[in-house]
Structure formats: C-alpha cells, structure tokens
T-cell receptor, first 113, second 113 residues
Framework: DAGITQSPRHKVTETGTPVTLRCHQT?????MYWYRQDPGHGLRLIHY???????DKGEVSDGYSVSRSKTEDFLLTLESATSSQTSVYFC????????????FGPGTRLTVL | QQQVKQSPQSLIVQKGGIPIINCAYE??????FPWYQQFPGKGPALLIA?????SEKKEGRFTISFNKSAKQFSLHIMDSQPGDSATYFC????????????FGTGTLLAVQP
C-alpha cells in the first residue's frame, strides 16, 4: 500500500457525532488526497493537500473538512456524521518521482447509523 | 464535462478470453488516463496508464487503446485468468500540480475457470 496507513480501518458511529479519519505516509510526499468510494459512483475526490497547511476542495467536499499540520499526516473530519457519509474512504499519495501516478491506502470503512 | 463514463458495469468471461472495458470522456484538457485494479477489501492499485500522444500501450497482458478524436480509451486483458477477477476503474486527469483524478464507475470482471 505504498507506505500509507489509514486508521481506523473500520468504524461504526451514530448520526450527529464527529468522526476523524487519519492517513499516515512514511515518505514525506507533498501531495495527499482523500476519496470516497460508493457503489455506482466509483471514487470521488473529497479534499486534497499540496503541502503542510495547504489544502483544497474536491468534487464532494460538503460536510467534510481536512487538516495537515505535518507532512506525514492528512486528517479527514466529518463534523457531524450523516447516513449519506456511510462509505469507504481512501487516502492516496502522489510521489514526485511517479509523475501523475497516485497510490492508494487500504481504506477505512465507515458506517453511520 | 468532468465525467468519465465507463462500461460495461459487469463482465463475465471464460479463462483465456479477452475482456474489454471501455471509457469515454468529455474534457479535452485531460491528458493522463490511468487504469486501476481493485480486489475486495483492498485499495485500488495502478495497473497501467497512457497519455494522448500514443494510441496504444502494453504492459504484460494488459493493453490500453486510446482514440483521441473519439475521446475514448479501453482496457484489454489478454489471456485472462481467474486471478484477474476484480473491479477495474478508468480515470482521467489534467496532469500537473494538483492532478485531480476523475474516476469511472467501475467494471466488475469475473473470469471463470
């Protein structure tokens, strides 16, 4: 998984609770991405980061926020989880030596009841 | 204009057959087209990628065909094996600083022994 770990790997939570997912990389790559995967939709970009404290929105950013205070960690926060945010969340990194290639982590399965 | 349309949704072939998965895009600014393979419970893994300056690229049993004028690209798997059974995603991006990938909706491939 390209030196990427995601935690937790599984989480069940209730509607209205805050949730934070963590992506950790060991190679200090500049670019990191958060995607969600849902049946019939493929993977959709939520937010991405191009450096410490440098982040921007993707196509499905509503209801999500991110933070990157260290190069190796990219956090995705659901301030108040909703059932529509039940999904599998993937983090990806883009090494500078790989051109445009993105490498994905193992994913976090989140269920919001 | 940001969509990538992928077909078929699912595909069953016999061992040794040549499954073909098709993708079409609208945004003529896209210039990077990767294919990802995903096994259940795992993150997507890069399989092969192409840029629009070539019409075909082969890596082992996997071939991408690219038709710039039609804005279409396809994945062919030669001599398919049961181990190729997975979900395949095409994607596209305007390469560069942020490289935000737009994914197709995925094709579930089953290769029967």
């Amino acid at each position: 998984d390209a030196g990427i770990t995601q935690s937790p790997r599984h989480k069940v939570t209730e509607t209205g609770t805050p949730v934070t997912l963590r992506c950790h990389q060991t190679e200090n790559h500049r670019y990191m991405y958060w995607y969600r995967q849902d049946p019939g939709h493929g993977l959709r970009l939520i937010h991405y980061s191009y450096g410490v404290k440098d982040t921007d929105k993707g196509e499905v950013s509503d209801g999500y926020s991110v933070s990157r205070s260290k190069t190796e960690d990219f956090l995705l926060t659901l301030e108040s989880a909703t059932s529509s945010q039940t999904s599998v969340y993937f983090c990806a990194i883009r090494p500078p030596s790989g051109g445009d290639t993105q490498y994905f982590g193992p994913g976090t399965r989140l269920t919001v009841l | 204009q940001q969509q990538v349309k992928q077909s078929p949704q699912s595909l069953i072939v016999q061992k040794g057959g040549i499954p073909i998965i098709n993708c079409a895009y609208e945004n003529t600014a896209f210039d990077y087209f990767p294919w990802y393979q995903q096994f259940p419970g795992k993150g997507p893994a890069l399989l092969i990628a192409i840029r629009p300056d070539v019409s075909e690229k082969k890596e082992g049993r996997f071939t991408i065909s690219f038709n710039k004028s039609a804005k279409q690209f396809s994945l062919h798997i030669m001599d398919s094996q049961p181990g190729d059974s997975a979900t395949y995603f095409c994607a596209a991006s305007n390469s560069g600083a942020t490289n935000k990938l737009i994914f197709g909706t995925g094709t579930l491939l089953a290769v029967q022994p």
